[in-house]
């Protein structure tokens, strides 16, 4: 139960980081480093998640690195 209310809030946590990104286009005060290497960790802990068949881990991971990914391809794309 508290795994899965920790998963809830850092998995909520990256929403309006990704919205701010995404409206306004501007990611110079996001660590290009900090978020490849966040997006890789989020995917190897959804695998994880995966092969102990450990649902809160799978949705909380995959939806977290969606946010990530997201807010990464944006740093890219509007460096």
Partial sequence: MIGS???FF???AFVPQAMKV???KDTSGIS???YTMS???LLLWAIHGIRINDIAL???NTITF???AT???CKIKYK
């Fill in 5 to 7: 209310i920790a998963a």
């Fill in 32 to 34: 290009l480093g900090m």
């Fill in 66 to 68: 969606i946010l990530s």
């Fill in 10 to 12: 850092t998995t909520l």
């Fill in 71 to 73: 807010i990464l391809t």
């Fill in 58 to 60: 799978i949705i909380a």
């Fill in 22 to 24: 995404i409206k306004t």
């Fill in 39 to 41: 997006v890789i960790g």
